[in-house]
């Protein structure tokens, strides 16, 4: 299983790189290494599994971050109004996927960036600042069985999957921030 010690961390080179396609069909160690990326946020999830390996809550994992140069990410986004009480408060998570070769095909002109800023699984500090990125994103993928896929995505979805692309071309979440306006004051973006 993958644990902390397996994400690398900013200052390590490779998240500078940008990623390599993959190519199908997979190799049975890129099928093995989708299923521990995936199963790596779910366990973060756990609060049992998350204490007893001392993991991150994570939503989302690119290979980059385990010093994999494979375009390749997973995400396990958890529904922010989820409650078990309430039926109408729609599924437990909203987008459970491991994405292959994904690319953001069209987007939004409208600008959004979580209020509270980002975090990243392999920067072991706070940034401040408001990350810009687009409000809607319609992204291409592979599943890992080589299945063509083409989903919009809007709002936090959107957020965690741009950062997770952002991951194979280099990109880091506060590359992103606007230094002379972190916190957006001045941009027409939706805060979410
Ligand atoms: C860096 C960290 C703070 C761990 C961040 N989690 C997060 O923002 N919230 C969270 C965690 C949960 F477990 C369940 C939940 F619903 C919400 C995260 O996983 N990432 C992924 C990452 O670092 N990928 O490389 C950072 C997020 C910032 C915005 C999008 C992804
Ligand atoms: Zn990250």
Do not use: W
């Amino acid at each position: 299983m993958i644990l902390m010690k397996d994400i690398i961390r900013e200052g390590n080179p490779t998240l500078r790189e940008v990623a390599q396609e993959l190519s199908f069909p997979l190799s049975e160690e890129d099928r093995q290494l989708a299923h521990d990326m995936l199963e790596f946020l779910k366990n973060s999830q756990d609060p049992q599994i998350a204490e007893e390996y001392n993991l991150r809550g994570g939503v989302g994992l690119a290979a980059p971050q385990l010093d994999i140069e494979k375009r390749m990410i997973a995400v396990h986004i958890p529904n922010p109004d989820f409650d078990e009480e309430d039926a109408k408060s729609g599924p437990e998570i909203t987008f459970s996927e491991v994405m292959v070769n994904p690319k953001v095909i069209s987007h939004s002109v409208q600008l959004a960036g979580l209020e509270g800023g980002e975090g990243c699984l392999s920067v072991d500090r706070a940034v401040e600042g408001i990350v810009i990125r687009h409000f809607k994103i319609t992204v291409t993928y592979f599943t890992v069985d080589g299945e063509a896929k083409k989903k919009k995505f809007k709002g936090y979805d959107a957020m965690v999957i741009q950062h997770e692309i952002d991951h194979l071309n280099g990109v880091m979440f506060y590359d992103r921030i606007d230094p002379k306006d972190p916190f957006a004051q001045k941009k027409d973006i939706v805060l979410l």
